[in-house]
């Protein structure tokens, strides 16, 4: 489900690749989701491991889905007279590695090997800075709809194919935005079942060890 998609600077037309460092399969990008470029992401510390998978929500304007909020806030275009709230957000530099729509449906917007701006101020096992060793995946939705059948099929497919690429990442060191910045944020919220995503990934064969 993996592989590395770069443009050919010769023909501009996408090939299909692998990398190898550090003496394990290290990936780019999703081949099941649709790629788009966002400008809001740098390189990780040399002395970074991809260790973490942090699940957030997100839904432009507030509760409305199907737009193009989210595409636009990731990608730099948003457009403040769209929207009221639009006008609150202008400026801001975010992004995730992944957006898993309602109808299941995956846009990636930063390499894997590369730091989006996703978690903000945060810790986990009391490591900071948690961007420098996450993947962030956004869940179009809010704290209290419930997702659908969809995204969870999109989001198991998504996440055994990261813990397969980086085997740093238990199921134990899958979390939610608010697990690693309480108080601050609250998503993906009560609405997402955590129960059923872990068996998800259990059945797929993956370590629930927290280490």
């Known amino acids: 489900m993996f592989a590395c998609v770069d443009l050919s600077p010769v023909t501009g037309n996408v090939v299909t690749r692998f990398d190898y460092q550090h003496m394990g399969l290290s990936v780019k990008f999703f081949s099941g989701a649709t790629q788009k470029h966002s400008p809001f992401y740098d390189a990780r510390p040399a002395d970074s491991q991809i260790s973490l998978l942090v699940i957030h929500n997100i839904s432009l304007p507030p509760g409305e889905f199907n737009t193009s909020g989210i595409a636009q806030l990731f990608t730099g275009t948003l457009d403040p007279d769209e929207h009221p709230f639009y006008r609150e957000i202008a400026g801001l530099k975010v992004s995730a590695h992944c957006v898993i729509y309602r109808n299941g449906e995956i846009e990636q917007y930063v390499p894997f090997t590369a730091r989006a701006w996703h978690a903000g101020l945060s810790v986990f096992q009391g490591h900071s800075r948690c961007n420098d060793f996450a993947i962030g995946i956004e869940m179009e939705g809010t704290d209290s709809l419930p997702y659908t059948d969809a995204q969870y099929s999109s989001l198991q497919t998504l996440s055994a194919a990261i813990l397969d690429a980086y085997p740093a990442i238990t199921v134990g060191r899958v979390v939610g935005h608010n697990d690693i910045a309480p108080g601050r944020k609250t998503d ?17 064969g993956k370590k629930f060890s927290t280490i």
């Open 188 to 204: 993906p919220g009560p609405a997402f079942d955590w129960g059923r995503y872990r068996r998800q990934l259990f059945l797929s």
